[in-house]
Structures are given as C-alpha cells and as structure tokens.
C-alpha cells in the first residue's frame, strides 16, 4: 500500500502598508486563497538588516496547480497597481512559496481570537476558553480552511446587521432564512442563535460546507440548518431574510434571483462590498422592488440592508 503523496500549496507572502491590508485581503480571496491570514509585524530592532520592512504582513495558501503561475502574474500586476495609486506608501513586496501540508488549524490558532461583533454577539474559536454574560449570545467557530471567522469587516457587519433585523422586526413569527456562500456557516447559525428555525446554508465549496455543518452540530443548531452544496441559482424556496456575504460581482450576478427568492416585506443582507464598488452596487440593488433599510461601513466595507416592497408581486 503506497503512502498519499502529500498536497502542494502555494503560498503568498505581501509585506505591505496597513492601509492596503483590506485591499489585499479582498483580492487574494477573489482570487481563490483557500485561507488569508494578516499578522503585525513587529518593529525592527537596531540589530536587525536596516533594509527589513515594517508594517503588516499577509499569507495566502492557493492549490499548487496548472494556474499557479497565472495567479501569481495577477498578484503581481495588482501589486503594480497599488504602487502607482498609492504612490506614497512604500511598494509592497512579495514572496512566494511551495510548501506541502500546511497546517491550516495552527495557522489559524495564531489569528483567531475571541471577538465581540455586535452587541450580545461573540464569535470565539472552538479552542479559546471566554466567560460570557447573561445577555451574549457565544457564536462557536472551528474555522478549518472555510471564511468566515468575525475578523474580517464584512462579516462583522453582516452578524451587525441580521442581530439588528431578527431582534427589532418582532412581527416576523418564523424566518425563513438563505445564507449564500456559508462557509463556516458563522452567519447560517448566528441566524439560528437568534430564533431562526429555517436556515438554508449553501457554498459551492464542499469542504465549507463540510466545516458548516461540524460548527453548526457544535452549536447545537443543527436541527434549524440545512446545509448544501449548491449554486444558489437552484434554491426556489422563498425566504424573507436573505445574506449573501460575496464580491460584489457575484451580488451582481445573483441579484435577480435572490430578488425573486425574497419574499414581499423581507430582508436581504449584502456585504463583501468595498467602497468602490458601492455605486454600480447601489444602481442594480436600490431599484424596485427592494429600497434601503440600512447601510453599514467599517473602513472601506460596506453593508447594506434592504427590504422589499409590500406591494411587489
């Protein structure tokens, strides 16, 4: 019996300025990072090479694959571009690497960290111990190689967003709720800690959904969680609260869709959107039916809240 040969990564490291963090994060996700870590990277000592950087560093992990060396043209083009645009801040500087078997659980030990989101919302990693209130309402997260964990500003306003929505709409007896693009399934069972009994989880990523649904038994919401690998172009059950955490281009794509999945009076939570991109968003999403609740922005993220129309058919 032969031993599996072990997976190849390839693995991404950008030193750059903090104000690019975001930026790059959001890319090297666009572009298919399996898992993106940020770390501050510690003041150099007089002992050190004057010529070390300072400032923040990122780690992304793509499959080593045929599209490799087409990835790492991209990163260095937008690279190239950031320079130009921000031509004051010192260029940022990339490594790369072929590693075997990361371990994705360690890395992720290093950066994850219990965190208040909202304000009864905590989100901790499964291996951090934290002594709630009577009023928090502890989100559980064993992040494995899925997205979604409370650190990054979309998410964070997204779990913002649905607290505010499920705990002020009283009128609403039972949410039928769709979280598109689930991946660890932190907004599917933050919905379900808040009184959703209907939750439909979907990531076209099986491994997300495989984390999904070990995060949702360890939060004891399984029983409220449907969780699938699918496209969201095939769900037709009709919802009247809708997340989609995405890029702004698949919102774009899925707008119609998710418009005619929503019921007349229900929500639909959008984030994943930087600044940007805000007005091409705005011109295809505040259109009837659906007008806007709310607006959410940390730093250049945004997240909107809209609703539809009662009237519409």
């Known amino acids: ?135 928090d309402i502890v989100i559980e997260i064993d992040p494995g190689m899925a997205f979604g964990t409370g650190q990054h500003a979309s998410t964070r306003m997204c779990i913002e967003a649905l607290e505010d929505v499920i705990m002020q709409d009283r009128s609403v007896q039972n949410w039928k709720v769709l979280d598109v693009g689930c991946g660890t399934g932190i907004l599917g069972i933050t919905a379900a800690k808040l009184g959703a009994g209907d939750v439909i989880c979907l990531d076209i990523d099986k491994k997300a959904t495989e984390i999904a649904a070990e995060n949702a038994a360890i939060n004891l919401v399984s029983d409220r969680l449907h969780i699938v690998s699918k496209d969201a172009i095939t769900i037709n059950e009709p919802r009247n609260l809708i997340i989609a955490n995405l890029t702004s281009k698949l919102l774009l794509k899925l707008r119609q869709h998710l418009t005619l999945l929503l019921e007349p009076e229900g929500y639909m939570i959008i984030s994943g959107i930087i600044e940007q991109d805000s007005k091409e968003i705005e011109e295809n999403f505040l259109v009837a039916p659906l007008i806007q609740s709310k607006v959410i922005k940390e730093k250049e993220w945004v997240c909107y809240v809209l609703r539809k129309k009662a009237s519409a058919a």
């Open 1 to 135: 019996m032969t031993e599996k040969e072990p997976e190849k990564w390839l693995k991404i490291e950008i030193t750059a300025s903090a104000e690019l963090m975001d930026a790059l994060g959001n890319f090297l996700t666009e572009t298919g990072a399996q898992g993106v870590f940020q770390e501050t990277l510690e003041p150099q000592s007089p002992e050190d090479f004057p010529e070390s950087p300072t400032g923040e560093t990122i780690k992304a992990y793509f499959p080593q694959d045929v599209r490799s060396e087409k990835r790492i043209a991209a990163i260095q083009k937008y690279l190239k571009s950031l320079s130009e645009i921000f031509s004051d801040l010192p260029a940022p500087a990339l490594k790369t690497e072929i590693i075997s078997d990361p371990d994705w659980g360690e890395q992720w030990k290093k950066y994850f960290k219990p965190i208040r989101v909202s304000n009864n919302i905590i989100v901790k990693p499964t291996w951090e111990r934290y002594a709630p209130s009577s009023r």
